[in-house]
Each structure stands twice: as C-alpha cells, then as structure tokens.
C-alpha cells in the first residue's frame, strides 16, 4: 500500500488490524482538519522513504469507533502497529524528523 493523500470514511475493522503482519501505520484525521494538512510536508517525505511500510489514513471523529479504540484525541494522530499491537504512537508531528524518530524507535524495540 502507498502513501495516501486523502482519509478513507471506512475504517479497517479491529479484526483486519489485529491480523497485519509485521509494521502498519494509520493516520487518525480528516480531509478538512488544518493541523492534518499542515502534518502532510512532515509524513509524506518520510513515508516515500519507507514504499514497503503500509500506511492507511482513516478519518476520524465523532462516531468513529477505532479513532476511539486507540483514544485518538488530536488530528492527526498516527499510530504504529506491530503484528497489530500498538509500538509507537505520534500527535500533530511538524517536522519529518519527529516522523522518522517514531519510526526508528518502532525499529529498535522489535
């Protein structure tokens, strides 16, 4: 899966994630937050560094069960997943460096 440029209105099931293999990252927002498009020039540089990490955008908010499965409070929130189990976690990044940190600290601790 490449990196998305839009949030998708239906969500992976807690079943599909905890089913995922190896590292997959969901972006928590909306197509509309402005915090969420400002994050794009921090995640999007990074992530075309990682083609082969899955990354899937799902919109959050009011009535949306698993941006409150993970108690998703900020856009946009991402959250890395390991065997579909939670390893690291990254509200409102603005720098590709916060990005890459979260993804080298997932690296180390699997």
Known sequence: MTYQTTYEE???????????????????????CG????AQSAIAPVLAEFPALPHRKVEDGPGRALGRSFRVKLWP??????NGQEVGRLVRPTTPEAVQSLLAAAARAI
């Open 10 to 32: 239906t969500a992976p099931d807690s079943a599909e994630l905890a089913q995922q293999q190896g590292l997959y990252l969901l972006e928590f927002g909306t197509n509309w």
């Open 35 to 38: 915090h969420c498009k400002a």
């Open 77 to 82: 929130t991402l959250v890395l997943l390991n």
